[in-house]
T-cell receptor
C-alpha cells in the first residue's frame, strides 16, 4: 500500500461527458502529480501541484484541468470526453523538493480506469 | 528534450535465466534514476533508485541496476528470473536542482515474460 488513494477505481461514461477523478496523497506529502497511461502513449505526465499551486504542466489537454485543495487532496477534471481519453489515470505524491531533502521517488495510487463509450 | 529510452518493448526469458532490461537517458546533468514495476491491474511500485551515491543500486525482489554515466545507461538486472517477475517495468528519470519539479519522465516500458 503506497498510501495514495484514488477514486473511483473504474469509471464508464459517454462521449461529451465530464468526470472528476480524486486523489488523496500520502500523509505529509505536498506534491501531487497526475499521469495518463494508455497503450499508444505510455505514461504521460499531465500536471503537478505543490502545496496548492500548479508547479509543472505536461501534455495536458485544454479540456482537462486539475486543482489541489487546502487539505492537499487533488482532483482531475476531464470534460468533453472523447473515445481517445479512455486510459488509466494515475495520481502520485512525493515529499519535499528542497535540496538536501529531495529523495526523488513518487508514490503511486492504483489508478482510475476511465472508459469512454 | 530530455528523454528516456527503454530498448525492447517485450523481453522473454526462461525461469532461472538472467533478466536484463535496458534503459538509456538523455541528460547533460546527472539525473535521479528509477525503475518501477507494474503488475496487472495495479499501480507502479518502486524497485530501486539511483540518487548519486553508489553506482550499483540494489532494489527489492533481487533486482539491481548500474548507473553508467559514460554510457548514459541504467540497465536493470536480476540473476535468476522467477515466474512472479512477469510484469511491466518502467525506467524513469528526474532532475534535481533549484528548478526541480520532481516530476518523473518515464520510458515506454518493457513487458517481461517469464517462461516455465
Amino acid at each position: 500500500d503506497s498510501g495514495v488513494t484514488q477514486t473511483p477505481k473504474h469509471l464508464i461514461t459517454a462521449t461529451g461527458q465530464r468526470v472528476t477523478l480524486r486523489c488523496s496523497p500520502r500523509s505529509g506529502d505536498l506534491s501531487v502529480y497526475w499521469y495518463q497511461q494508455s497503450l499508444d502513449q505510455g505514461l504521460q505526465f499531465l500536471i503537478q501541484y505543490y502545496n496548492g499551486e500548479e508547479r509543472a504542466k505536461g501534455n495536458i489537454l485544454e479540456r482537462f484541468s486539475a486543482q489541489q485543495f487546502p487539505d492537499l487532496h487533488s482532483e482531475l477534471n476531464l470534460s468533453s470526453l472523447e473515445l481517445g481519453d479512455s486510459a488509466l489515470y494515475f495520481c502520485a505524491s512525493s515529499g519535499s523538493l528542497r535540496e538536501g531533502q529531495y529523495t526523488g521517488e513518487l508514490f503511486f495510487g492504483e489508478g482510475s480506469r476511465l472508459t469512454v463509450l | 528534450a530530455q528523454s528516456v529510452t527503454q530498448l525492447g518493448s517485450h523481453v522473454s526469458v526462461s525461469e532461472g535465466a538472467l533478466v536484463l532490461l535496458r534503459c538509456n537517458y538523455s541528460s547533460s546533468v546527472p539525473p535521479y534514476l528509477f525503475w518501477y514495476v507494474q503488475y496487472p491491474n495495479q499501480g507502479l511500485q518502486l524497485l530501486l533508485k539511483y540518487t548519486s551515491a553508489a553506482t550499483l543500486v540494489k532494489g527489492i525482489n533481487g533486482f539491481e541496476a548500474e548507473f553508467k554515466k559514460s554510457e548514459t545507461s541504467f540497465h536493470l538486472t536480476k540473476p535468476s528470473a522467477h515466474m512472479s517477475d512477469a510484469a511491466e517495468y518502467f525506467c524513469a528519470v528526474s532532475w534535481g536542482g533549484s528548478s526541480n519539479t520532481g516530476k518523473l519522465i518515464f520510458g515506454q516500458g518493457t513487458t517481461l515474460q517469464v517462461k516455465p
